[in-house]
Nanobody, 126 residues
Framework: QVQLVESGGGLVQSGGSLKLTCAAS??????MAWFRQAPGKERQGVAC????????FYAESVKGRFTISKDNDRDTVYLQMDDLKDEDTAVYYC?????????????????????WGQGTQVTVSS
């Protein structure tokens, strides 16, 4: 069974850090992306990685603060979030697809992905 499971969310003060984990199983993955959705807002891509060459792509709003990485031995992907701001508060989802996807395009389109985790809440308090 194909499954993505996120963990690591929580409550953190503004300026703090959190590291999210996405554990993937049951399938073959060529890449992974992180999205987030705040109440009343559309789902937004924040980071994306191609597994073959480890190329990464980031939304402008998180560049320099968030880092996507992958475990070398498993299909586990991380999102290190530093210098967190109030506007980073959202439910964070990892996403992938059964076919390869171009991160530079897919990061702007949730419809590019058909595999989603259940989400993990990140709340940043000032």
């Amino acid at each position: 069974q194909v499954q993505l499971v996120e963990s690591g969310g929580g409550l953190v003060q503004s300026g703090g850090s959190l590291k999210l984990t996405c554990a993937a199983s049951g399938g073959r993955y060529t890449g992974m992306a992180w999205f987030r959705q705040a109440p009343g807002k559309e789902r937004q891509g924040v980071a994306c990685m191609h597994f073959n060459d480890r190329r990464t792509f980031y939304a402008e709003s998180v560049k320099g603060r968030f880092t996507i990485s992958k475990d070398n031995d498993r299909d586990t992907v991380y999102l290190q979030m530093d210098d967190l701001k109030d506007e980073d508060t959202a439910v964070y989802y990892c996403a992938s697809d059964r076919v390869p996807f171009p991160c530079q395009i897919a990061i702007n389109s949730p419809l590019s992905f058909d595999l989603w985790g259940q989400g993990t809440q990140v709340t940043v308090s000032s």
